[in-house]
């Protein structure tokens, strides 16, 4: 114990007789200190910018992934409204054709039951002028080759 408090007594004498350098070594301490603080502010500001550019970056990233989003989702709608119209068009082409189609069944049953009519009226004047020629067959008489011709046309 004896030697340490020696020891500290000894220093502090040599501490005295050299206090010219303890001066310039506290001062070179103290610039030490203070560029050490300004390097480390300065290294906290640039890795603020470069967090700040970073975050910039990732924003006009954001920004732009949003307007092609944006445009996809417009376009999509587009086509779905497009899709739509279409589809309503051809419900409407196909409702005027299934009308249009059951006018031309009703009219086709109608000439149907007329060309049926006419033909059962053709075939009843036939057989009833038949029936006429059988019964006066004096009357009947031979027919020109102008006239057959002409009355065959009528008959197809």
Do not use: C, Y
């Not at 500001?45 to 307007?67: G, N, W």
């Amino acid at each position: 114990m004896i030697g340490m408090t020696l020891a500290l007594a000894r220093g502090g004498l040599w501490l005295m007789a050299n206090r010219a350098w303890l001066s310039w070594v506290a001062a070179g301490l103290a610039v030490a200190v203070l560029v050490g603080l300004w390097r480390w502010e300065r290294h906290d500001r640039i890795a603020a910018e470069k967090a700040e550019q970073a975050a910039l970056s990732a924003r006009d990233l954001a920004e732009a992934d949003a307007a092609r989003w944006q445009a996809a989702a417009e376009a999509r709608d587009r086509a779905l409204a497009e899709r739509d119209q279409a589809i309503a068009a051809q419900s409407a082409a196909i409702e005027r054709l299934r009308f249009d189609a059951a006018r031309a069944e009703t009219i086709a049953q109608g000439a149907s039951a007329a060309a049926r009519e006419a033909e059962q009226a053709a075939d009843a004047r036939i057989r009833e002028l038949e029936t006429e020629a059988r019964a006066k067959p004096d009357d009947v008489r031979p027919l020109g080759p102008l006239v057959l011709k002409r009355v065959d046309g009528l008959f197809q």
